[in-house]
């Protein structure tokens, strides 16, 4: 998840170490016209998800292959009343949650050390899977390392946690596929695949037609491994800031951009995201030396893990 922060001064005692400090919860008075973003934002997001919905409902009960021109159809039904419309929405609503346990996580964290930030926006999208995700925008500083890695590693445990009883439940929806492979088909990431093993032992990835339910849980999974890849201002960019400093933060941020570069050979969209993370490496400084302790590193560990869990060289594969 990008984030903005501003700069600020920091405090500094005699001998030039930073002075703890607290920044006071300080009151945003949103007006009615930001909280009609926020509104609109999430209907808007609501309805693009629901039409994809209905493509992959109408996909998984019919046995059709998902396709563009379904996708355009399920559109044209969303207006009409048809009743996949509300088959649809097993797909947005438990996606929208995930994406809302995210952001929320971070929301209530950054309130918890006292850092202003806004509430989630969500982004709708009218081309595959009905959004680009959601965001929030920290509006203060941040001085410690402490409250950096907390903020940072928040959002994904929230999502992750949100995601986990609706891939579990997607996977034991889902059947084995009696057609062909789509002209869009979604890559498997490593969870996905150890409840797949259990669920239908002995068939590929390919072999199974995945519930929309499991695939709001795998769009989930996409936005974890997007978000902890430590580079820039990510949240695994926080955490690796937070972890080991700005020096190692840049270095790695570089080493991981350009192992996307190289993924982009088999998957060129990887390109476009190692250049916009390339601009956007950079991390606001925190002047804080306090060092994290074993609780915190544990939690780091945990985050890695959930990154392979989460990763997959191909997510989405269009024919």
Same mark, same amino acid.
């Given at each position: ?5 501003? +700069?600020?001064? !920091? ?35 609501? =309805?693009? +998800?629901?039409?994809?919905? $209905? ?13 563009? #021109? ?11 009343? $048809? =009743? ?13 949650? !995930? ?38 925008? !920290? ?28 891939? =579990?439940?997607?996977? %034991?929806?889902? /059947?084995?596929?009696? /057609? ?7 890559? +498997? ?7 797949? %093993? ?28 997007? $978000? ?6 990510? #949240?695994?960019? /926080? ?25 982009? !050979? ?21 002047? #804080? ?16 893990? %959930? ?13």
């Amino acid at each position: 998840m990008p984030e903005k922060g501003s +700069t600020g001064r !920091i405090i500094h005692s005699i001998n030039s170490e930073p002075l703890p400090f607290a920044e006071p919860v300080l009151r945003i008075r949103t007006s009615v016209a930001v909280w009609f973003i926020h509104i609109g934002l999430f209907f808007l997001t609501l =309805i693009t +998800t629901t039409a994809f919905g $209905n493509a992959l409902a109408a996909s998984f009960a019919e046995g059709r292959s998902l396709d563009e #021109d379904l996708y355009v159809t399920s559109i044209l039904q969303l207006f009409h009343g $048809n =009743i996949l419309v509300w088959k649809g929405l097993v797909y947005s609503v438990p996606l929208l949650l !995930i994406l809302l346990a995210h952001e929320m996580g971070h929301y209530v964290t950054c309130r918890r050390f006292r850092v202003r930030a806004t509430l989630p926006f969500f982004g709708p999208s009218p081309t595959l899977l009905g959004t680009v995700g959601a965001v929030i925008w !920290i509006r203060s500083p941040i001085y410690s390392r402490k409250s950096l890695f907390d903020i940072g590693v928040a959002g994904p445990i929230a999502g992750f946690a949100m995601l986990i009883p609706f891939l =579990i439940a997607g996977v %034991m929806l889902s /059947h084995v596929s009696g /057609h062909g492979q789509s002209a869009i088909s979604f890559g +498997t990431p490593l969870l996905l695949r150890v409840f797949e %093993m259990a669920r239908f032992p002995g068939i590929s990835a390919q072999g199974i037609a995945l519930h929309p339910l499991a695939i709001a849980a795998w769009a989930g999974l996409l936005a974890t491994a997007m $978000n902890l890849l430590p580079i820039g201002q990510l #949240d695994g960019g /926080h955490i690796l800031y937070a972890l080991f400093g700005p020096k190692t933060h840049g270095l790695v941020s570089l080493i991981a951009i350009a192992g996307l570069a190289l993924l982009g !050979i088999i998957y060129k969209p990887w390109w476009i995201w190692a250049a916009l993370m390339f601009i956007f490496r950079r991390h606001q400084l925190v002047y #804080d030396r306090t060092p994290l302790g074993r609780g915190r590193m544990a939690i780091a560990c945990g985050a890695a893990v %959930m990154l392979i869990l989460s990763f997959c060289v191909v997510p989405v594969d269009v024919r």
